[in-house]
């Protein structure tokens, strides 16, 4: 079993140099991220969306990379490790991520791996385990203890202050694991809650666009 994804090749560009691939949160879908496409000024670039696995048992179209507890709101540290929805998540993204050269033309060294909220904490559990350009988390966190593979890889970090679904506090320590391990982090707080401000989209352009020149 493969990710489905809607795709957005380079304008007047049939072989992009470049690839970003963005992860959706938690009961959304491709969609949602997708329609961020036509704001990201982005050359020679191709963008792809992936689904997550599994259906969302209360959000119709709704996806996720895996199910949280009943009532979960993480006050309490998250630590999903050993869910099997995860590892299996883990495992086609992974493995996914790995085809992209093969269909794409555009090599794990040219591609950069965004996500949003749960979207997010999958970009800095698979996104720190492969040869990738640079790692964007947007409103997210980690869902497990972090061992990078690759701690050269940069990462922007966006949060809101006002997020109340998920707490500033697991933003800061994301960020203090992926300095431990000795990986370069550029840590933003903004005056928003559980969003993605338009003004975010162009540090996200500036942030590819200097990985991708130097």
């Excluded at 507890?69 to 493995?95: K, V």
């Excluded at 006002?162 to 707080?189: C, F, G, S, T």
Aim: aromatic share 8%; charged share 10%; with cysteine.
């Amino acid at each position: 079993m493969t990710l489905t994804a809607i795709a957005f090749p380079p304008p007047a560009n049939p072989q992009p140099r470049h690839l970003l691939v963005a992860l959706h949160g938690w009961g959304a879908n491709a969609d949602d991220l997708a329609a961020l496409a036509p704001y990201l000024k982005l050359s020679n670039c191709q963008m792809l969306f992936p689904n997550a696995p599994f259906a969302h048992p209360q959000v119709p179209n709704g996806r996720m990379w895996y199910g949280f507890p009943m009532g979960y709101d993480f006050r309490s540290p998250p630590n999903f490790n050993t869910q099997a929805d995860l590892n299996q998540s883990r495992q086609q993204l992974t493995q996914w991520l790995l085809s992209l050269e093969n269909s794409t033309g555009v090599p794990l060294a040219n591609t950069v791996l965004a996500g949003f909220s749960q979207g997010g904490a999958m970009t800095l559990d698979v996104g720190t385990q492969l040869p990738l350009a640079g790692l964007m988390v947007l409103s997210g966190y980690l869902h497990a203890p972090i061992k990078p593979r690759y701690p050269h890889c940069p990462v922007l970090m966006i949060h809101g202050r006002q997020d109340a679904v998920v707490p500033l506090v697991l933003a800061q320590q994301a960020k203090a694991a992926l300095v431990a391990n000795n990986m370069k982090v550029d840590y933003h707080e903004r005056h928003m809650g559980h969003e993605i401000q338009p003004e975010m989209l162009v540090q996200m352009q500036q942030f590819c666009e200097i990985l991708w020149t130097n």
